[in-house]
């Protein structure tokens, strides 16, 4: 299985600053065929589904704010939020859909600082 | 585009977990989607069950491939998980979701269902 590690666990971050998570997988989920990245990010808040938030690791989801942005390609890839709003509090999980089963990583917990 | 889980809110050890996702707004039999089930324990991270398509063969987790059953009737529009055997490991919410055809991530998502196994 592929194994997709975030840092940090957890994160405070001042309103309207920049807030960013890493996510590193076991082995790359770069396809060389179509060199794309099998990454995606999303976002969970209280009581909440999951939301799609990116997608081929930088794609953003129709409707998702452009202070979202993600980059990276092999095993290193990184979320941003540009300026963050109080409605992203909320946690952030990376998911590889490289090969199956698809493996998700533990978590990052965005709080207010 | 809508998702639906339903099914018994508690399961005694060692029964069978049952649960369905009734889909409205997109056709289970559509060429251009997959349907899959994820999972949450209380508190924890997710982790993927499985993934059907509506004419082929269903694709599972390994961890839990024995245990696991998921189904599609398309006459209801709706896509099924039986998860046997369970013990209080399997006490979590229980999602289905969306994913289009040849890639793995997750596009709409149900709102999950609570399941907790007890005696």
């Known amino acids: 299985d592929i194994v997709m590690t975030q840092s940090p666990d957890s994160l405070a971050v001042s309103l309207g600053e920049r807030a960013t998570i890493s996510c590193k997988s076991s082995?790359?989920?770069?396809?060389?065929?179509?060199?794309?990245?099998?990454l995606a990010w999303y976002q969970q808040r209280p009581g909440q589904p999951p939301k799609l938030l990116i997608y081929w690791a930088s794609t953003r989801e129709s409707g998702v704010p452009d202070r979202f942005s993600g980059s990276g390609s092999g095993t290193d890839f990184t979320l941003t939020i540009s300026s963050l709003q109080a409605e992203d509090v909320a946690v952030y999980y990376c998911q590889q859909y490289y090969t199956t089963p698809y493996t998700f990583g533990q978590g990052t917990k965005l709080e207010i600082k | 585009l809508q998702l639906q889980e339903s099914g018994p809110g508690l399961v005694k050890p060692s029964e069978t977990l049952s649960l369905t996702c009734t889909v409205s707004?997109?056709?289970?039999?559509?060429?251009?989607?997959?349907w899959g089930w994820i999972r949450q324990p209380p508190g924890e991270g997710l982790e993927w069950i499985g993934t059907i398509y509506y004419s082929g063969s269903p694709y599972y987790t390994p961890s839990l491939k024995s245990r696991v059953t998921i189904s599609v009737d398309t006459s209801k529009n709706q896509f099924s998980l039986k998860l046997s055997s369970v013990t209080a490991a399997d006490t979590a919410v229980y999602y289905c979701?969306?994913?289009?055809?040849?890639?793995?991530?997750?596009?709409?998502w149900g709102q999950g269902t609570l399941v907790t196994v007890s005696s």
């Open positions: 707004g997109a056709s289970i039999s559509s060429s251009s989607f997959y």
């Open positions: 082995r790359s989920v770069l396809y060389s065929s179509n060199n794309k990245n099998y």
């Open positions: 979701a969306r994913l289009l055809v040849n890639v793995g991530y997750f596009d709409y």
